[in-house]
């Protein structure tokens, strides 16, 4: 257990800290924050500077061939299963310095720390980066962890395209970080994955630490509503069939559906196309994607229910067309029991103070949990402002996500006395 190895064992805030800096300066934003997106040269330096920090601190490295990168420290026991920490690398366009970046890099830390203190468990440690976990670029989010769980296949991953139309598997393959193990192939015996709130709970709440317990189920609705062009100056208002306008009143509904489930669910669309987008042309075409999510299947079935419902009624109304089409989603996660009491047993032997906590957002640990026991831990990131450059975090709120990390692995991977 871990408190076989010290109760107060705490990792070294200030070498974290740096290491999350270092890694900043690859791929800068344009307002101090980051652009790393997946597959590209940022993203290569960044995994470069990883594996030689992991081979520093005496890992070895293997990647799969989606690009999913897996530093060992070996354990006592050859023939235990590996406990798994990380999360991601790569950025949105406009991406702060600590989403994904802090599980990485913490799991890193405690790989040190163990170093430091000659510290040896039983079962191996594995550090995981996980290939484009945004999405920004090749959708959806979450891609190879997804892969690696038997969500997608391999194929259709690497046949995911940018906006310029480049291959997910022809750019990994240019920037020389396709491996050669079978994607999934690993075993695990768990996985925990440290990232920020990405909202503002934890900071509102004054607590330390989130222990999650479970993940938010995630609904994509492409919606396409079609109406006809005509002159926003000469067209009377009664003979207009307006498909911005039938948006507007489409999204009023899924504020109002959304709502209607508060605490927990969410909706809202933030991906909108308006055509032809002209000045004076009324839209004849609006496209956009309907986000619900709830840690309840059945509440995102209704949602889902209501939307297709309230859109037929509005389309009807106005004499527009109405088409729906489900582009993404997975169902919510319950996070597991053992390990979600490994975290909460870890922030109260430490001192951190701690709430349960529903991530209202998608991570690997979401797919990863299919295949594995999994948990996760989460820290509170100033005003919850994440996917921005202004993402910001203190240096005690890392430490403590890095020191409840530290004792949750340690108690699951049996330290050897």
Not at 160 to 167: N, Q
Not at 187 to 203: S, V
Not at 321 to 337: S, W
Not at 372 to 377: E, F, K, L, Q, S
């Amino acid at each position: 257990m871990a408190t076989t190895a010290g109760q107060n064992m705490r990792i070294d805030p200030d070498r974290l800290w740096d290491s999350l800096m270092e890694m900043a300066k690859i791929g800068p934003g344009v307002a101090g924050g980051n652009n790393r997106q997946a597959l590209t040269d940022a993203d290569a330096e960044g995994r470069a500077l990883f594996q030689s920090w992991c081979e520093a601190a005496g890992m070895t490295m293997g990647v799969d061939r989606i690009g999913n990168m897996f530093a060992t420290r070996a354990g006592a026991d050859p023939d235990a299963l590996p406990v798994y920490v990380g999360s991601h690398l790569d950025t949105q366009p406009t991406g702060g310095k600590y989403d994904g970046v802090l599980g990485v890099l913490g799991g890193l830390e405690l790989i040190r720390t163990l170093n430091d203190l000659n510290i040896k468990t039983k079962h191996p440690i594995v550090l995981s980066n996980w290939t484009n976990e945004e999405g920004t670029r090749f959708a959806p989010a979450m891609l190879a962890s997804g892969v690696f769980a038997g969500i997608h296949t391999q194929q259709w991953a690497e046949d995911r395209t940018d906006a310029e139309g480049k291959r997910f598997g022809d750019e990994l393959d240019r920037i020389g970080w396709r491996g050669d193990e079978e994607v999934g192939a690993r075993k695990m015996h768990a996985m925990f994955e440290l990232h920020i709130e990405q909202g503002p709970i934890l900071e509102a709440k004054e607590k330390d630490i989130g222990v999650v317990t479970h993940g938010q189920g995630l609904s994509w609705t492409q919606v396409t509503v079609t109406g006809r062009e005509a002159h926003t100056g000469s067209t009377p208002m009664p003979m207009r069939r307006n498909a911005g306008l039938g948006m507007a009143r489409i999204l009023e509904e899924v504020d109002a559906i959304a709502l209607s489930h508060a605490p927990h669910a969410v909706g809202a669309a933030g991906h909108i196309d308006i055509y032809p987008n002209s000045r004076n042309v009324i839209p004849s075409k609006a496209v956009f994607t309907v986000d619900f999510r709830s840690p309840d299947i059945k509440v995102i079935e209704e949602m889902e229910a209501r939307l297709h419902a309230a859109a037929t009624r509005i389309a009807d109304e106005m004499g527009l067309e109405v088409a729906f089409e489900k582009v993404g989603g997975f169902d919510p996660v319950t996070f597991d029991e053992s390990c979600v009491t490994a975290v909460r047993g870890a922030a109260e032997r430490l001192g951190y103070s701690h709430m349960d906590i529903i991530s209202g957002a998608g991570h690997d640990a979401c797919w990863i949990a299919a295949v594995a026991p999994t948990a996760m831990i989460m820290c509170p990131c100033v005003d919850g402002l994440s996917h921005n450059e202004a993402e910001d975090i203190t240096k005690d709120w890392a430490r403590a996500g890095a020191d409840v990390l530290l004792h949750a692995v340690l108690e699951t991977a049996e330290v050897v006395a």
